[in-house]
């Protein structure tokens, strides 16, 4: 039986944009929506973009800004603690880092990016950079954390796919996000789909938002109206890194 699996991932509390996507995704009638990470930081809005995903997303992978704001790492995040409250903070930290699952007849393999990886890696980077994250026996790999979506066949290992960010879409200032299409669960070969979705919204009331927030603490709220204003990274000397 066919399945479409609506991917998600770094609302990074842009609430007019993961607003957006919702109603994408709902028009399509997809029932099955899955997160890959970062559903909080950057943004003016964790607490709802948080909200979203629980309610909505059955899987939710652990990406490096929950992981950081929901370990404290990060002095300056103090202002996402109080937003998001103890009980947010007390589940950030324990998604998990990673999905495995068979669709189509493929071994797939689905994580957020870092902290798996150690650093951000686009789908065209070195193939020696990209290869390990199929070992031992995996088809397909797709991850999220660089804001830009991609495929890719990376030589005789498999398929890799980024779904792109639906809170800080780069490349294409819009919100991001993927469709997979396949029989989910089946070790059967069978068709199997990728589709990268872009979708407008509201990024006047994105950066209204942001601003609003940046008077009462959001740090770095000028460098994040940049970029999804431009679709490009807006990173300032000293500061935390725009991803």
Known sequence: ??????????????????????????????????????????????????DWAVQNCEIILLGNWDEGIGKRQYPKDGFYYEQLGEERMRVLPTFPYEHVCWISGRKMRLFHGRPTMPEPYYVHSEYELLEPYFAPHFDVVGYADVHRQG??????????????????????????????????????????DINLVTVPYDRDQAVRDTMEAGERGLVNADLFCKEIETGRYARGEGKRSAL
């Open 1 to 50: 039986m066919m399945t479409e699996i609506a991917l998600v991932a770094d609302l990074h509390g842009n609430w007019p944009a993961t607003q957006a996507v919702a109603a994408d995704i709902q028009s399509r009638g997809i029932k099955k929506i899955w997160c890959l990470g970062d559903i909080v930081g950057k943004g003016p809005s964790s607490p709802q973009t948080f």
């Open 151 to 192: 495929m890719r066949i990376l030589g005789f290992k498999g398929l890799l796919f980024n779904t792109g960010s639906v809170g800080n879409g780069l490349g294409v200032p819009m919100a991001q996000y993927a469709i997979l299409r396949g029989e989910l669960g089946s070790r059967d070969q069978a068709p199997f």
